[in-house]
């Protein structure tokens, strides 16, 4: 069997992802629209609520794919598909303060709420069920 030699392996390789740099703010264009993440569906696919109020199949393309990581919640921008107006592919994600300076400029509606994740079954007071550990000391 080889000897180590090196000092680590792949992860070393790979660097870090240092972006953490300002990144001038991206409008949208002539068939591109922005969209909400709904839901995540694997294999590089997610269904997007756009802003014109079409639900899109969207598709992370592969610049994006391991490298930016989208998750339910997030503002992203889509390219539209002239043949196929039911599916569109992700452009750029924007981050939290991105989308919030977007909501600013009047780019995107009031109505959108920002990197706020939808909590299913924790709306106030319908999660109230709890412990009392006193009654479970006198069993």
């Known amino acids: 069997m080889p000897k180590n030699k090196g000092k680590g392996g792949k992860n070393r390789r790979r660097g870090k992802n240092e972006n953490e740099e300002k990144r001038e703010l991206v409008f949208k264009e002539d068939g591109q629209e922005y969209a909400q993440v709904l839901r995540m569906l694997g294999n590089g696919r997610l269904e997007a609520q756009c802003i014109d109020g079409v639900k899109r199949l969207c598709h992370i393309r592969g610049k994006m794919r391991k490298k930016v990581w989208v998750n339910t919640g997030d503002i992203i921008l889509v390219g539209l598909r002239?043949?196929?107006?039911?599916?569109?592919?992700?452009?750029?994600?924007?981050?939290a303060d991105e989308a919030r300076s977007l909501k600013a400029y009047g780019e995107l509606p009031e109505s959108i709420r920002v990197n706020e994740t939808d909590t299913f079954g924790e709306e106030d007071g319908e999660n109230d069920e709890y412990f009392d550990f006193d009654d479970i000391s006198e069993i």
């Open 82 to 95: 002239d043949y196929q107006d039911e599916k569109a592919d992700v452009i750029q994600k924007y981050m």
